[in-house]
């Protein structure tokens, strides 16, 4: 069994001396030690060796000591595996040369063999599963289906996603058709992931904040809700929902052990929105990680009160920025560390 | 007085018969009869050309009949005021060559005499005024302080305003100064702005919901109070921030005589956030006119009936999208005129 269970324990909604922490985007660029892995190999030859993919996840471990791994990959994956083409262009980002704008656009979409197409990842749950040596829980990830059609039909990240919006607004039968094969490929691939040994799975829907809450019903929740329900039974489920605090409610009743709540959203709001049983995971502002460690410290304590040492998980509100400095970050984690309630 | 006052009567939250219409960015990019102008002339020219700057701004009145007009300019016309260069490029949009990154880069930054310096603007609305014949109410606006600093350091858009909030955490003092002048600088201009002829004043927090509710509170709120104050007894005030539904109880206590609310806020949200006695204006998502016609008007009378037609100014919750069919924003605006409550 796990040696630190924090985490899991919180995802139970048990009473713990502390809360744990991580961070979301904890595996990567802030990092020196990543950076040397980076100049060598480029972002997707990192997610496709197992090898390469599992050091890169237990570095901050090293360094930080957080209470759970998560797996070094990229929502991306998936509509790379369905046969959409994903690169990733050093100034740009994610680069979809092919993207997504029409029915006819979805024939060579597949909801593929994930052991064919996704058995890398299996293989470095497996590697990383070896070299946490059940000290700490490992957690597996993806994206929502609707962020994840956003870069395949915007094609790039974007202010807005208009081009992903039009798209629905204007062919919502061929929108539904590519959020549903989206789904059915997440599912399976998010339980293998539970089978080859990750210990919890997230959802980012990082963009579900663009949309109206009747919209976001229509073409986000909907599909993270098919996806709770096939794997509530498996493992816990948290889901992070970028801006969806609209949504909160629905949300906390969906199943999921524990929901991922930004930074616009006080925890006072948070509670008092999820109706105030559920795990929450959150919320500190990325940027305010460029505030001085004491100053940081302090602002941690303040977030863990608000929020109250139980059914918590100290997060940020988002992933963590590629220009924090490292004592920063360390800063972050003392803090949740030295916790004591007052 | 002005003949149809309907704009001007919501904003007292009088009763009225519908509710009256206007765009964020009506004037502007989506029009053919805009892009004929800015063929032939630069951004800056049009904003400072009193002749081009008052036509653009009649354009969609013309065409469509909103109930209000808003003068063609831009939020960054005060930082250039104030001795900050910006420049507006293409395909990137507003570029600040010399962002301010430290206290000392405030040295040359000014509160500029607001006839000298934006006299331009005044004199815009004059021949707008003059053009619109009292037939119905003009709207002359300015950016929050916040939304200004945002620009002005980080030096052009961003998806997450980094620089900007780095340096107001890391260089609190320093972004004071800055947010203070820039307050300063718009209550200025707005007062001449009234003295001008405008009927009512909105400011644009385009980025406020970037910030914590705390920092919020403390780097972006107190400003627009301070330009609320100072206004709101000689013009009716518009509050909008992009994204602060966190704010909405502070902000229906301003003296403001509307919020503007975007579209991930529910009617009913909306409402109860507020305290259900402001006058609201918003919410359409601008990517929703991308739908056809006959499903944006179906979705514009579910929005007012949501809203109610007193105490309610039918708007989108952001700027029109520049890429938005004609017939689109013309059903969004029919679809207000034939507004019969049911």
Known sequence: MIKNDLFLRALKGEVVDRPPVWMMRQAGRYLPEFMEIKAK????????TPELASEITVQPIRRYGMD???????ILVIPQAMNIAVEMKPDIGPWLPNPIRSERD????????????????MRAIKITKEKLND??????????????????VQGQGSKNFDKAKQFCFTQPQAAHTLLQKITDTTIAYLKEKITAGVDAVQIFDSWGGMLSPDDYGVFSWQYIQQIIDALKDHAPVIAFGKGCWFALDT???SGASALGIDWTCSAK???????????????????????PPKEIKKQVKQMIDAFGKDKYIVNLGHGILPNIPIENAAAFIEAVKEYKAT
């Open 68 to 74: 759970a791994a998560i797996l070094f990959s990229d």
């Open 41 to 48: 190999y480029d972002f997707f030859t990192r997610c496709k």
């Open 135 to 152: 000290e700490i829980p490992l957690i597996g990830f993806a994206g929502s289906p609707w962020t994840i059609l956003c870069y395949c």
């Open 106 to 121: 979805l024939d060579g979409v597949v909801v593929p063999d994930i052991d064919q197409s996704l058995g890398y990842v």
């Open 251 to 253: 949300m906390a009743k």
């Open 269 to 291: 709001n948070a509670r008092y929105l999820t109706g105030g049983n559920i795990t929450l995971q959150g919320n500190f502002d990325p940027t305010r990680l460029f505030s």
